[in-house]
């Protein structure tokens, strides 16, 4: 088992021509070799899709381009999904595809229209053990990466094993990353720019991690992050945690749960799901509903929001809302700590919210709100819920997207520590409960409020103890004898 090359200028057995080159690259994914490398820099125009089966890797340069061939007359939106890159058969494992280049040529295909199912670029469905990485996805009509499981909506597949990182994804259109009815994901250090709709949309998945992931748009598409469940399966493990959600559309993060007529879920079906540790700034650019914002939750139990800057959102900073449908049922419970929430702006009119954290479902939906720092939010920090716990004093950061609280003792910076002349309010101010062992010392026995509560950047404490070493030398001493020890 080896590798086969794909070239352009007669090197390899598998070489392309610049007109319908799926051909070619699809003899070489069906050779007996394991890696299928597409050499750069040459562009490969294809006309139809290319299809990769189990146990095969498809790499290459990263200046080279599988790129869809120019339709004079666009695409016509397909009754069924298509794609650029397809899993060949309905059950397949062990796929990896990394390091160049596809383009969706969309100027010249779009036939003015694109998103759900136009012309994807990755569509893997049925597959397992899948990884995409280093991948540049750029000019697409429908989904950059989609993977999906089974037929039908109602059942979540275990152990689907996927991890999709270090792509560059930009203005596809439709999402970035769309995943279906699978679980066991890690999607990480991807940078996104949302066009039409989600940059990472998660449909009835379960056991996922989301993380050092950059998402943005250009005042197109939707929202960063989007979490739905419909139906009966079971969403309990979905933790969100060092992303950047900035400047989307409508939402940094949708976390929805919803139901038709037909089926209402149980409440513990719709639980577990951990967003800490996130930058969400500047979201809900669009002025076109008052429903938009930084973080969204409906339908979801026990939803943990701890940790984030959400920060100079347009409608709201956190905000219990309805998606296009209702969640069944009453008594969904999201909590909210330890987060920075300030800046919330009207949207476009002052009839339109402006609240640090709104409850629009109260009859349905309740927050538990400890320990945050809520200010300057223009239409004040609170909607139909109230804290006895939460600050309000300028958290007094070290700079405009520094989100490091001064410290008197200790501020990290530029990879050591430094020292203030003022002390932020943040510094041991967060959930008594909260796990602080991350934080240097001294760290006050307590969590920080904000970005950095609990992680080794923590800014230290006017309070509490250092640990200090002491080097002691105790020779042969009589029996009874008192030894001193000095500090060195």
Not at 266 to 289: E, F, K, Q, R
């Amino acid at each position: 088992m080896g590798t086969a090359y794909v070239t352009t200028d007669g090197s390899s057995s598998f070489n392309c021509d610049g007109k319908d080159d799926q051909v070619q690259i699809n003899q070489a994914l069906e050779s007996s070799n394991e890696t299928i490398y597409l050499k750069g820099p040459n562009t490969f125009n294809v006309t139809g899709p290319i299809y990769i089966n189990s146990n095969k890797e498809l790499t290459g340069d990263s200046n080279a381009i599988i790129k869809l061939y120019k339709y004079p007359d666009g695409l016509p939106t397909p009754p069924v999904c298509r794609a650029i890159i397809n899993a060949k058969e309905s059950s397949t494992k062990n796929i990896t595809i990394h390091g160049f280049t596809i383009d969706g040529n969309y100027d010249n295909n779009r036939g003015g229209v694109w998103g759900n199912n136009h012309y994807n670029m990755i569509q893997l469905f049925g597959s397992s053990y899948v990884k995409i990485y280093d991948m540049s996805f750029k000019n697409g009509t429908g989904d950059a990466i989609r993977i999906r499981q089974g037929s039908k909506d109602d059942y979540i597949h275990e152990n689907t094993n996927i991890e999709i990182y270090n792509n560059t994804i930009y203005e596809i259109g439709h999402d970035g990353l769309y995943l279906f009815s699978v679980s066991n994901i890690d999607i990480h250090d991807n940078h996104i720019t949302c066009n039409d709709n989600s940059g990472i949309r998660l449909f009835n998945s379960n056991h996922v991690k989301v993380y050092n992931n950059f998402i943005t748009s250009n005042n197109r598409g939707g929202v960063g992050l989007q979490i739905q469940k419909r139906e009966s399966p079971v969403i309990n493990d979905i933790k969100i945690y060092d992303n950047t959600f900035k400047n989307l559309r409508t939402r940094g993060i949708a976390v929805t749960g919803y139901h038709n007529d037909s089926f209402h879920y149980p409440m513990t079906s719709a639980c577990g799901v951990l967003i800490n540790h996130n930058i969400v700034t500047g979201c809900a650019t669009t002025t076109d509903s008052d429903s938009y914002g930084g973080i969204m939750v409906q339908g979801f139990n026990n939803t943990i929001i701890e940790n984030n800057i959400i920060d100079g959102n347009n409608g709201y900073g956190v905000s219990h809302n309805q998606y296009a449908y209702p969640a069944p049922g009453t008594g969904y419970v999201t909590i909210v700590r330890n987060n920075v929430i300030t800046n919330t702006k009207i949207l476009n009119s002052s009839s339109k919210p402006g609240y640090g954290i709104s409850n629009l479902l109260q009859s349905t939906h309740s927050f538990v709100i400890n320990n945050n720092c809520l200010r300057n939010n223009a239409k004040g920090d609170y909607y139909n819920c109230s804290s006895t716990t939460d600050i309000h004093s300028d958290p007094l950061f070290a700079g405009s997207e520094d989100y490091h609280p001064k410290s008197k003792v200790g501020r990290w910076f530029n990879g050591g520590w430094v020292k203030d002349t003022v002390h932020s309010p943040l510094i041991d101010a967060g959930y008594p409960s909260s796990d602080y062992s991350k934080e240097p010392a001294p760290n006050g026995n307590r969590i920080n409020i904000g970005l950095y509560g609990n992680t080794s950047q923590a800014s230290k404490s006017l309070t509490g103890t250092i640990p200090v070493t002491y080097d002691v030398n105790v020779n042969s001493t009589p029996s009874g004898a008192i030894v001193t020890i000095q500090k060195i």
